[in-house]
């Protein structure tokens, strides 16, 4: 079956750094992306990677390896505002997206 | 630019009562349309997805239905709704399939409580 894997919850402080991972087996790989959702919001992207390697937007980056089914999510300088649940999102090779549960991120000052 | 609008926003209905929730999407023509359904503190399980008009796969047994009777109108719809079928409907759309960037974009979202 198809299955991606992340933490339900992680608690990191203002101003750190957080690596939020992501494993995945899917049915194929047409690319991985990275959502944010804040409570009671709909999910926003924030990333996209289809090749091994780094992707860096700002204060977030996102780490893909194939090889592994493995992905992480980096967020740098936490604002309180990044609290919200980062959703890990697999296309498969039918074109269609399997969502992991989510990672509630919960940022304290 | 394209847009996607979903309504209401909110809706609280009792137990046997019909449903119906649109989705429309501005700015982009011939897109995937999705219907998700999240449970509190869960993530998204997608419950039909279109790629045309009358074109519907449904992904998970259910008393819901899905239409597309316009190319950029999407409808959720049930008979009789059950008690599990609270929750976070989310309406999102993509480019048609094939294409290199297949993001989805998701509309502000209905919450449905079953009462």
């Known amino acids: 079956g198809q299955n991606i894997d992340q933490p339900t919850e992680m608690t990191a402080t203002e101003g750190a750094i957080v690596q939020i991972n992501c494993t995945y087996q899917?049915?194929?790989?047409?690319?991985l992306f990275w959502y944010q959702q804040h409570a009671g919001e709909a999910p926003t992207f924030l990333s996209y990677?289809?090749l091994d390697g780094l992707e860096e937007k700002g204060r977030f980056s996102s780490f893909l390896s194939r090889s592994k089914g493995y992905s992480y999510l980096l967020l740098k300088e936490l604002q309180m505002k990044d609290s919200a649940s980062y959703l890990c999102a697999v296309m498969d090779s039918n074109y269609q997206l399997i969502w992991g549960a989510g990672t509630k991120l919960i940022i304290k000052p | 630019s394209q847009t996607i609008h979903q309504w209401p926003a909110t809706l609280v209905q009792p137990v046997g009562s019909p449903l119906s929730l649109e989705c429309t999407v501005e700015?982009?023509?011939?897109?995937?349309l999705y219907w998700y359904r999240q449970a509190a503190g869960r993530g998204l399980q997608l419950l039909f997805y279109?790629?045309?008009?009358?074109?519907i796969s449904s992904e998970v047994p259910q008393n819901l239905s899905a239409s597309r009777p316009q190319d950029r109108q999407f409808i959720l719809s049930s008979k009789k709704l059950l008690l599990s079928d609270s929750g976070f409907y989310l309406c999102a759309w993509s480019a048609e399939t094939g294409s290199v960037w297949n993001e989805q974009y998701f509309g502000p979202g209905t919450r449905l409580t079953v009462t």
């Open positions: 279109s790629v045309g008009i009358g074109q």
């Open positions: 700015g982009t023509s011939n897109p995937n």
């Open positions: 990677n289809v």
């Open positions: 899917t049915s194929g790989f047409n690319g």
